[in-house]
């Protein structure tokens, strides 16, 4: 069923709903909730409760007397919207910037601790989000809504189990400003990469002026640029287009025929500061995290040659990595690295 300007809907994945006030584009509505407040909110994020002729009907049959009661509540609503909430503007929040964060329940147990998520607006500006989990190609919505200028929103709680399904980040925003003019803001999209093995590092956590405890923070958007871009100046891009140093300097660089090779040391030591606390499991976990995350990042780069030092030992770590190359990176080729450089306890894989 199409959503209708006046049908009363609930939000399919965060609480609250209200009433739809204006249909703003084929993909996006504008949500008024009980207390007036227009949030814009995706169409596929919407359920619809009542369609409008619903609504109408019910009204109808209403008590009369109570409908003189009813007659009131528009000089109640003006009394309302006057003393209505004006969020406190600083010079500095004229600029966009947004982060994630996560604060550890127990950062005195970050083995097994669960973790809470927040986003935090440190704005002037009323946000509509969309947070998402990725492969690259397929995404699954996590949270979506409205956040009101510098403050922060819970996201999610997330137990340790859960944290590999955050190590790739995709984040929507839009800029706005209720009852009052403002510059516009470019439509944000972040791609944002975690590595996880970061959530088991105490000096990961630190102080910061949004909670009390440490938190873990991911910049998304810092001074209304979105994380992994870059802007460049009006006058810079004068220079630049006009100079022919530059031109005459630009050059496409040459494909090299040997990829280098990119060394990983897997070895406990070097991933963790504390061993405190964790078992055997809890271990080959962390090293399979760093392994993988290393391999993500490389999967575009054909011919690109990774050696994982993995150790000796009881060939756990080694097994492990030959599973999961054959499940999860099966046009990737491996063998053993060379045992003169490094021993018997390498796999060298080749990016196909």
Not at 145 to 172: A, C, H, S, W, Y
Not at 305 to 332: A, D, M, P
Request: proline share 3%; aromatic share 8%; hydrophobic share 35%.
């Amino acid at each position: 069923m199409a959503i209708k300007i006046g049908d009363r809907v609930r939000f399919l994945n965060s609480t609250g709903g209200g009433i739809v006030k204006k249909i703003i584009s084929k993909e996006l509505v504008e949500v008024e909730d009980e207390d007036g407040f227009g949030i814009p909110t995706l169409i596929r994020e919407c359920v619809i409760v009542e369609t409008e002729n619903t609504i109408h009907t019910q009204e109808k049959r209403k008590d009369p007397s109570k409908q003189k009661l009813e007659d009131k509540k528009p000089v109640i609503e003006e009394e309302e919207e006057e003393n209505a909430y004006q969020p406190e503007e600083t010079a500095e929040g004229e600029k966009i910037n947004v982060s994630l964060a996560f604060v550890p329940m127990d950062i005195k147990q970050l083995s097994f601790t669960s973790y809470e998520a927040y986003l935090i607006n440190d704005s002037n500006y009323y946000l509509a989000y969309n947070i998402a989990s990725s492969n690259g190609r397929i995404a699954m919505s996590r949270s979506a809504g409205f956040i009101q200028p510098n403050t922060k929103i819970f996201i999610e709680e997330m137990k340790k189990e859960q944290l590999n399904d955050i190590e790739r980040i995709n984040v929507q925003i839009i800029a706005l400003k209720q009852g009052k003019s403002y510059s516009i803001k470019p439509t944000y999209d972040v791609e944002l990469k975690i590595n996880t093995v970061k959530f088991y590092k105490l000096h990961s956590f630190v102080e910061n002026d949004f909670f009390d405890e440490q938190a873990l923070l991911f910049t998304l958007i810092k001074d209304d640029v979105a994380e992994g871009q870059e802007t460049i100046e009006e006058s810079d891009l004068d220079k630049i287009i006009s100079s022919k140093e530059t031109k005459l300097s630009a050059r496409i660089p040459k494909k090299k025929n040997v990829p280098e090779i990119i060394e990983v040391d897997l070895h406990i030591a070097q991933l963790l500061d504390n061993l405190n606390g964790l078992s055997n499991a809890d271990m080959l976990e962390y090293q399979l995290s760093k392994f993988n995350e290393v391999m993500q990042e490389n999967l575009g780069r054909k011919g690109q040659k990774i050696v994982f030092i993995h150790g000796k030992g009881e060939g756990v770590l080694r097994k492990e990595i030959i599973t999961q190359l054959k499940n999860k990176y099966g046009n990737c080729q491996y063998q053993d690295a060379s045992f003169r450089e490094y021993g018997f306890g390498a796999t060298m894989v080749t990016i196909k």
